[in-house]
């Protein structure tokens, strides 16, 4: 029986993938840093872009590694915390970011990017939210024996 990751072809872990709550979450970050990307392309301030690269790369690795499975194969890193903590600082950094630009009001597209920066953050925010639980139930307690003189 060949239902194992491996044997299917890219298209198909990508198609299984993306029908995830996982791959949706990932797959739009990705779409909204490109987003961001673009607008501040378009603005007279593009030192704020450096944040949508870095968390679209983040991103994309981190799609290719859930959808090729790979998380399974590399066990020395929790892959769980690794997802939380990105999502985390990116809802951060992008709602900050998104302050710091709107605060300054440069141009049109600048004030366009803060104002997706804010709904990206909201979405990234969401995703460490839909995360937070499968790291609590990831946690088993310790087995203990019973004390002696108790």
């Not at 399974?72 to 903590?85: E, K, V």
């Not at 953050?121 to 004390?147: C, N, Q, V, W």
Request: charged share 10%; with cysteine.
């Amino acid at each position: 029986m060949e239902s194992s990751n491996a044997s299917k072809g890219c298209m198909d872990q990508f198609s299984s993938f993306i029908r995830s709550l996982r791959g949706i979450l990932l797959a739009v970050e990705i779409i909204a840093c490109i987003v961001v990307l673009i607008c501040y392309g378009a603005s007279r301030v593009p030192g704020y872009s450096g944040l949508a690269v870095f968390m679209m790369i983040y991103c994309i690795v981190l799609f290719i590694i859930f959808m090729c499975s790979l998380h399974l194969q590399i066990t020395f890193i929790h892959w769980g915390w690794t997802n939380f903590i990105r999502a985390v600082i990116g809802a951060v950094a992008f709602i900050v970011t998104a302050i710091i630009v709107l605060v300054g009001r440069t141009d049109g597209a600048a004030i366009a990017a803060g104002v997706l920066e804010i709904l990206t953050g909201i979405l990234f925010g969401y995703d460490a939210y839909t995360i937070l639980p499968s790291l609590r139930k990831a946690h088993t307690a310790a087995p203990s024996e019973p004390r002696e003189g108790i």
